[in-house]
């Protein structure tokens, strides 16, 4: 399984963007797929996640409101919106796709999304006047 995030850009305050995850291979034992991020001063977190099935979505503390997931299964693309972007946004924001329920996947650490399923690379989104 491939994950290969695109859409991070710098941006002024206030903006929004679109992020996307192009997934390649076989998704059958993955059914969860989440968004982190790793902001300065943090360890990574997650922002939210999804049910690449049904589209259940579930969202980490303080995430719900400027985010929001979404995707097409058709086309094994995943994105996350961000709206009222804040320099404290700034970071890498990564895709995963996991062996989970979406609840369990948005509440892994790092090394378990690695035992459990797949990161992408990243993509650097910037916040700044």
């Known amino acids: 399984l491939q994950l290969v995030e695109s859409g991070g850009d710098l941006v002024q305050p206030g903006a929004s963007l679109r992020l996307s995850c192009a997934v390649s291979?076989?998704?059958?034992?993955?059914?969860?797929l989440g968004w982190f991020r790793q902001v300065l001063g943090k360890g990574r977190e997650a922002v939210a996640c999804i049910d690449i099935n049904d589209a259940t979505t579930f969202y980490g503390d303080s995430m719900e409101g400027r985010f929001t997931i979404s995707g097409d299964n058709d086309k094994n693309t995943w994105f996350l919106q961000i709206h009222s972007l804040k320099p404290e946004d700034t970071g890498i924001y990564y895709c995963a796709a996991a062996e989970a329920t979406i609840q369990a996947l948005c509440l892994m650490t790092p090394v378990q999304v690695r035992l459990y399923g797949h990161w992408g690379q990243g993509t650097q989104v910037t916040v700044a006047p």
């Open positions: 291979g076989n998704t059958e034992n993955y059914p969860a």
